[in-house]
């Protein structure tokens, strides 16, 4: 049984088709990415697999429970983590966990509270009214508040948005520790080497549709060969090697440039344009395609 099953989901606002028929299947613990540009609908399918908000047709289903029919039990499998910090500003750290574990009725859940504010160091601040916290500590809690009762699917929105190196790396090793334990991960976000770093398997939407669905490193072999990346102290990039820019907007300004090369044998005719051009060079290195290379490739429709 799928942890995640998406059917032909369809959602549209006034104008705009913001999911145009998604279908997914998350197999049980998979760490899979859900990556898009702004408003490609990603956010939205999240609401609609958390029972937020309401497909205008199509169905998903947690481990088997329809979001709609079988709300309860589907809500029950599922931790979510939203991208917006919404909290009662009165109540303690403590006092959130208690109430969000009460929610889910689970009573003398304080081991396991203790246990997920050591991981996600909140334990120094406990007795902390949710008001008095920074914005990282926050996003701690919406965290602890997703994980409070044990679910086997986590959903994390954009969990790193703005957040410290320190937050980000006692997160993932919380997340990779309990998807090495069985649970399932999704997870958005527009950090593609966190993706690239984490997920098996990832997914792209745009305008609604998964326009790439297949495992990180298949995805990533789809960019034969690698690339140029080249700092100039001196000239430009000379027009006949503007096709081989992969990051377009380097050619809007700057000196740094990213060309596709799929042969170390193109490097040296490269070198003699740029000399011919009057160009220098202070930089060079030849790096391996990475995960944002496809996402952009793709995002342009070339592939
Ligand atoms: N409540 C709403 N009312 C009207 N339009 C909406 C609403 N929520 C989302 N949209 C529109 O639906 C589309 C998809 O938005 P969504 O927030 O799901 O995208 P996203 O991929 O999560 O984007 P981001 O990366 O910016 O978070 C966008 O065009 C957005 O403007």
Redesign the pocket.
Same mark, same amino acid.
């Given at each position: 049984m799928a942890a995640i099953q998406i059917t032909n989901v369809k959602k549209g606002?006034?104008s705009?088709q913001?999911l145009a028929g998604v279908s997914l299947s998350i197999a049980q613990g998979e760490f899979f990415g859900l990556l898009?540009?702004?408003?490609?609908?990603? $956010?939205?399918?999240i609401s609609i697999i958390a029972g937020l908000n309401r497909a205008d047709s199509g169905s998903v289903s947690i481990h088997g429970h329809d979001v709609v029919r079988d709300y309860r039990q589907a809500r029950r499998m599922l931790g979510v983590v939203p991208?917006e910090l919404v909290f009662d500003p009165f109540f303690t750290v403590r006092e959130t966990l208690r109430m969000q574990s009460g929610y889910f009725g689970l009573k003398n859940n304080d081991a396991w509270i203790d246990e997920v504010m050591h991981h996600l160091d909140l334990t120094g601040k406990a007795e902390a009214n949710m008001r008095a916290l920074s914005g990282g500590m926050k996003r701690r809690v919406l965290v602890a508040q997703a994980l409070v009762h044990k679910p086997p699917v986590i959903v994390l929105d954009?969990p790193t948005a703005g957040v410290d190196v320190e937050l980000r790396q006692t997160l993932w090793q919380f997340i990779g520790r309990l998807n090495r334990e069985g649970h399932t991960v999704v997870l $958005?976000t527009?950090y593609l080497e966190e993706a690239q770093a984490l997920c098996n398997r990832v997914a792209m939407?745009k305008a609604?549709q998964v326009v790439a669905l297949d495992t990180t490193a298949a995805l990533i072999k789809r960019i034969s060969g690698s690339q140029l990346v080249l700092s100039l102290s001196q000239g430009h990039l000379p027009d006949s090697l503007k096709s081989l820019v992969t990051h377009p907007e380097e050619l809007l300004g700057g000196r740094k440039y990213t060309l596709r090369v799929t042969d170390y044998a193109e490097v040296e005719p490269i070198l003699a344009r740029l000399r011919e051009a009057g160009a220098r060079i202070e930089d060079m290195q030849l790096q391996q395609a990475d995960l944002e290379d496809v996402f952009i490739q793709i995002m342009e429709g070339e592939k």
């Open positions: 606002y006034q705009v913001a898009g540009p702004n408003g490609a609908g990603k $956010t939205t399918l991208q954009e $958005t527009h939407l609604g």
